[in-house]
């Protein structure tokens, strides 16, 4: 297919379920906040709001924000078509002057944040979303269902990267995920270091590399396993990877090497005790002459399955479950808060910041914040510094946000592969403990400072 065809055929496939509108990936209050603000006259005063999370997952070290290109998109695909407003007229959810509104909404504010692929901490400004309160209160739910699901697939991805060091690890849950959340969790796990996806709509939508050989069942259709791997080796030649755990092990590898040869790519194990058998299988292909045979290991894995299999001669990952279910942390507890907002509608009025005070740890720190990553003397971050007010001229090197919605018009869209090279630089820059699978607070602190 040539580059004119495959743009073509890119273009009559769908790239998400919401390649179309986004406007009702939202909350019934969202729609009811707005007919009553434009009721009182408030909805047209200049506000701010804030995604932040006031903890990470218990035991976590760093958070990983992922999805910030998928907000993009969904923020310029928010708009209600006549299908939406007919739909939102007859279930009543909003009177008639509320639907002219929806009608011509287009969000025209200004959007900054944190960079996709940055790692962050507890009060971490990820996001800041400024425009009138009825064009930003809109976009809460849909923002906040993108960055919880994808933050959190990239927090287990980068720990199970950071476990798997140089070895290769393959993203490969699709079946264990709702169909659409398992392309942007292949999405989110390339961004923070994995290798390559089974999720070929992944692969179609986001350029990311995918691999599959086959599974169980092609051995168990063939009379033998001998004739299984010939066929196999026949359609996909020698550099594939054969699967040899169907019966016996060491049988499966020693006919493996005989129909394929010393060259045979590589052999995947996919249940029994990994770190034994990978030395066992080991051993046999060395002295079978596979010696560049590899070893693929797969089975409900995790980061700490990974870490255990570090002295194993294992050679690459396949994870699935785990992955992309956050690893026991499917969200990130991310909010979508007003830190300020203008005391009339006036252009010029000025920002008041505001807050909720309430029990429970529910609490936040109005004002826009700026944020910046202060390093050590060795250039290793020692603290995260949130403020409000001015920053300091000697954190300006060190600052998070940047440009990502001007005016309405998005300006901070970047290739996926810009957001996976700055997470590995910005996860190095921690300090080592980091990466460390124990359970423990923050590896650097958050300094609030309020101007």
Same mark, same amino acid.
């Given at each position: 297919?040539?580059?004119?065809?495959?743009?073509?055929?890119?273009?009559?496939?769908?790239?998400?379920?919401?390649?179309?509108?986004?406007?009702?990936?939202?909350?019934?209050?969202?729609?009811?906040?707005?007919?009553?603000?434009?009721?009182?006259?408030?909805?047209?005063?200049?506000?701010?709001?804030?995604?932040?999370?006031?903890?990470?997952?218990?035991?976590?070290?760093?958070?990983?924000?992922?999805?910030?290109?998928?907000?993009?998109?969904?923020?310029?695909?928010?708009?209600?078509?006549?299908?939406?407003?007919?739909?939102?007229?007859?279930?009543?959810?909003?009177?008639?002057?509320?639907?002219?509104?929806?009608?011509?909404?287009?969000?025209?504010?200004?959007?900054?944040?944190?960079?996709?692929?940055?790692?962050?901490?507890?009060?971490?400004?990820?996001?800041?979303?400024?425009?009138?309160?009825?064009?930003?209160?809109?976009?809460?739910?849909?923002?906040?269902?993108?960055?919880?699901?994808?933050?959190?697939?990239?927090?287990?991805?980068?720990?199970?990267?950071?476990?798997?060091?140089?070895?290769?690890?393959?993203?490969?849950?699709?079946?264990?995920?709702?169909?659409?959340?398992?392309?942007?969790?292949?999405?989110?796990?390339?961004?923070?270091?994995?290798?390559?996806?089974?999720?070929?709509?992944?692969?179609?939508?986001?350029?990311?590399?995918?691999?599959?050989?086959?599974?169980?069942?092609?051995?168990?259709?063939?009379?033998?396993?001998?004739?299984?791997?010939?066929?196999?080796?026949?359609?996909?030649?020698?550099?594939?990877?054969?699967?040899?755990?169907?019966?016996?092990?060491?049988?499966?590898?020693?006919?493996?090497?005989?129909?394929?040869?010393?060259?045979?790519?590589?052999?995947?194990?996919?249940?029994?005790?990994?770190?034994?058998?990978?030395?066992?299988?080991?051993?046999?292909?060395?002295?079978?002459?596979?010696?560049?045979?590899?070893?693929?290991?797969?089975?409900?894995?995790?980061?700490?399955?990974?870490?255990?299999?570090?002295?194993?001669?294992?050679?690459?990952?396949?994870?699935?479950?785990?992955?992309?279910?956050?690893?026991?942390?499917?969200?990130? &507890?991310? !909010?979508?808060?007003?830190?300020? /907002?203008?005391?009339?509608? #006036?252009?010029? =009025?000025?920002? %008041? +910041?505001?807050? $909720?005070?309430?029990?429970?740890?529910?609490?936040?720190?109005?004002?826009?914040?700026?944020?910046?990553?202060?390093?050590?003397?060795?250039?290793?971050?020692? &603290?995260? !510094?949130?403020?409000?007010?001015? /920053?300091?001229?000697?954190? #300006?090197?060190? =600052?998070?946000? %940047? +440009?990502?919605? $001007?005016?309405?018009?998005?300006?901070?869209?970047?290739?996926?592969?810009?957001?996976?090279?700055?997470?590995?630089?910005?996860?190095?820059?921690?300090?080592?403990?980091?990466?460390?699978?124990?359970?423990?607070?923050?590896?650097?602190?958050?300094?609030?400072?309020?101007?």
């Amino acid at each position: 297919m040539d580059a004119q065809a495959f743009v073509a055929a890119q273009s009559a496939l769908p790239t998400s379920p919401t390649a179309g509108s986004t406007a009702l990936l939202t909350d019934r209050y969202e729609l009811t906040m707005l007919q009553a603000a434009l009721r009182s006259g408030a909805a047209h005063r200049r506000s701010v709001f804030e995604v932040f999370t006031r903890r990470l997952p218990d035991g976590r070290r760093y958070g990983v924000l992922a999805g910030t290109g998928r907000v993009l998109d969904a923020v310029q695909n928010f708009r209600f078509g006549t299908a939406q407003l007919d739909w939102l007229s007859d279930q009543q959810v909003v009177d008639e002057a509320t639907l002219a509104f929806l009608a011509d909404y287009r969000f025209g504010g200004d959007i900054h944040g944190y960079p996709e692929g940055e790692v962050y901490f507890p009060g971490s400004p990820l996001l800041t979303v400024e425009g009138t309160f009825a064009e930003a209160v809109l976009l809460e739910t849909v923002i906040l269902s993108i960055l919880n699901h994808d933050s959190a697939i990239a927090a287990a991805a980068s720990r199970m990267t950071a476990a798997a060091g140089e070895r290769p690890c393959i993203e490969m849950g699709a079946r264990r995920a709702h169909e659409w959340s398992a392309v942007s969790a292949a999405r989110a796990a390339y961004i923070a270091g994995f290798a390559a996806t089974s999720d070929l709509q992944a692969g179609f939508a986001h350029g990311i590399p995918t691999t599959g050989t086959a599974a169980h069942a092609f051995t168990l259709l063939h009379d033998t396993e001998r004739d299984a791997f010939s066929a196999q080796l026949a359609s996909m030649g020698t550099g594939t990877t054969l699967l040899v755990d169907t019966y016996d092990l060491a049988e499966a590898v020693r006919t493996a090497v005989e129909v394929a040869g010393p060259g045979l790519g590589a052999v995947r194990i996919d249940s029994g005790d990994l770190t034994l058998l990978a030395h066992r299988v080991r051993r046999q292909l060395d002295e079978l002459g596979a010696r560049d045979t590899r070893i693929i290991v797969t089975s409900d894995l995790d980061e700490y399955a990974i870490a255990a299999l570090a002295a194993a001669p294992v050679d690459g990952y396949g994870v699935g479950t785990s992955l992309v279910t956050g690893s026991g942390h499917p969200t990130c &507890a991310m !909010v979508y808060k007003l830190v300020a /907002r203008a005391g009339s509608t #006036a252009a010029d =009025a000025p920002l %008041v +910041p505001v807050a $909720k005070r309430s029990a429970g740890g529910k609490t936040s720190v109005g004002g826009r914040k700026w944020a910046a990553r202060r390093p050590d003397a060795d250039g290793v971050a020692e &603290a995260e !510094v949130v403020g409000t007010g001015p /920053r300091p001229a000697e954190l #300006a090197p060190h =600052a998070l946000q %940047v +440009p990502l919605v $001007k005016g309405g018009e998005v300006v901070g869209r970047e290739p996926l592969a810009a957001a996976r090279a700055r997470h590995l630089r910005s996860r190095a820059a921690l300090p080592l403990s980091a990466t460390q699978l124990s359970k423990g607070e923050p590896v650097i602190a958050t300094e609030l400072r309020l101007g």
